[in-house]
């Protein structure tokens, strides 16, 4: 029989390597062969933890957003402040894409290609996720109207998610600078919520 322990270990190094796989050659990139070889292990031995190369990547994928969806907690933490917490959780948003900015650029780049942790995902967005945000902003702006705070949550998410993303980009392809997430927040929430 095989330790409990050692199947969480090899099993959470296939994950790794396929997490870093995917982020250096995309998801066209993986075999089982190459993440057999990144983690000594055998193929076989792959195969019969994730069975095929897609539950494999889903499962890859699924660490990412459970990472994302573990930042939405920050949310509900009423000790805080509505401003603090919605600047925590984008901080914290922001330091899950920059783990594995080229995965999550991928994962976006498939646009219809849908793994079910993907599909898990939006489910959780749309039920817990977007509600938790606009929640808060509700708390800051004291805005009732639904549609318009799902346009806040996306104008957010988009001011703090693209430049997390496209910085290296930024950087090294147009030669800008770019400020510290800390400081695109703090800038984005003194024009953002100025009134407030």
Do not use: C, W
């Not at 959780?124 to 996720?129: A, L, N, P, Q, V």
């Not at 708390?139 to 996306?154: K, S």
């Amino acid at each position: 029989m095989i330790d409990s322990d050692k199947n969480i270990s090899t099993k959470e190094k296939i994950l790794q390597a396929t997490l870093d796989l995917i982020k250096r050659e995309g998801f066209e990139g993986v075999t089982i062969r190459k993440i057999g070889a990144a983690t000594d292990s055998n193929i076989s031995l792959v195969n019969y933890y994730f069975g095929s190369k897609e539950k494999l990547i889903n499962e890859s994928i699924k660490i990412l957003l459970t990472d994302f969806q573990e930042t939405f907690t920050v949310l509900d933490d009423v000790t805080i402040s509505p401003k603090e917490r919605l600047k925590l959780f984008l901080m914290h948003y922001v330091k899950v894409i920059h783990q594995y900015p080229e995965v999550v650029r991928k994962t976006i780049a498939l646009g219809t290609t849908v793994f079910s942790s993907q599909y898990e995902y939006g489910t959780f967005m749309k039920t817990m996720g977007f509600n938790k945000i606009q929640a808060t902003l509700k708390e800051i702006t004291h805005e009732e109207n639904p549609d318009i705070l799902m346009m806040m949550t996306v104008q957010l998410l988009g001011a703090i998610f693209l430049p997390a993303l496209m910085s290296p980009i930024f950087e090294s392809g147009a030669d800008i600078k770019m400020a510290s997430i800390e400081e695109q927040i703090n800038l984005l929430f003194q024009r953002y919520f100025h009134e407030n």
